[in-house]
């Protein structure tokens, strides 16, 4: 399966066409959003040399539908559409919540020179009734579909942070994602040298997962205040805490 991409190398103008970005960051969304959920943070990564591609994951956006996703299938259509739209070159890479999950699953065969989640603990709960779950989905697309009730809720979003989620919830598929939970539990260990930006406290990743990641070599920073979309609520703090990415010089 091919995922559809926002891909900032259809809009290069000539001048930075004639000098190629020398590495590709991925972005993956979390559940009911969409690649446009990165709007504010595309824009930085190209002014430090980044070819960005940020995929709506199944289910999502204008990517295809599957009523019987796992999470295995999804990191299968995020590899697939990377081997096609960015074969060569370093791979930086960042997901978050849901997509963070889909990126541990797939960055085995990614193999990203850096590898970020964002407040994520890596696994799924299966064994779900998929008809209550879907319904669930679907009163909470519903409810997410209304930009005025969105920063009602979220006070922390601007007027575009709020209609780029409507938008992602309008388009939003609960058959798709209600499936990734209906079948066994999983889980998907994070590579050492990885990275975890959480908030503080976090409702998904606790400090047991904090401990439990440390040991294994997994690098954690965390975000005093922030909402479960770091990048929403504490942009600065967010892209603040991970020089690798957000660090170096701006480009021209």
């Known amino acids: 399966m091919l995922l559809h991409a926002l891909d900032t190398a259809d809009s290069a103008d000539s001048d930075s066409a004639a000098t190629p970005p020398l590495r590709t ?14 709007w504010r943070v595309i824009p930085l990564l190209v002014d430090r040399g980044y070819r960005v591609l940020a995929l709506d994951l199944p289910g999502h956006g204008r990517s295809p539908r599957d009523a019987q996703l796992t999470v295995d299938a999804a990191a299968a259509a995020v590899v697939e559409t990377i081997r096609r739209l960015a074969p060569e070159g370093p791979l930086h890479a960042l997901g978050h919540s849901y997509g963070a999950t889909v990126l541990a699953a797939a960055a085995a065969a990614l193999d990203p020179s850096l590898t970020v ?44 942070d709020a209609e780029v989620e409507a938008r992602a919830a309008e388009r939003f598929d609960p058959e798709t994602l209600a499936s990734v939970s209906c079948g066994a539990d999983g889980e998907w260990p994070p590579a050492p040298g990885s990275v975890v930006v959480r908030a503080e406290p976090s409702s998904w990743v606790s400090d047991a997962d904090v401990r439990r990641l440390t040991e294994h070599g997994v690098g954690i920073r965390s975000i005093p205040g922030a909402a479960h979309t770091v990048w929403y609520s504490h942009f600065e ?5 991970l020089p690798e990415l957000f660090g170096g010089p701006a480009v021209g």
Do not use: C, N
Request: glycine share 6%; hydrophobic share 40%; aromatic share 10%.
């Open 25 to 38: 960051a991925l972005l993956l969304h979390g559940a009911m959003g969409s690649a446009e959920s990165w």
């Open 237 to 241: 703090e967010f892209t603040a805490s």
């Open 117 to 160: 989640y964002v407040d994520a603990a890596l696994s799924i709960e299966g064994g779900h009734d998929r008809a209550e779950l879907v319904a669930r989905y679907e009163r909470d697309r519903l409810a997410r579909m209304d930009a005025d009730a969105l920063r009602r809720s979220r006070p922390f979003y601007s007027e575009r």
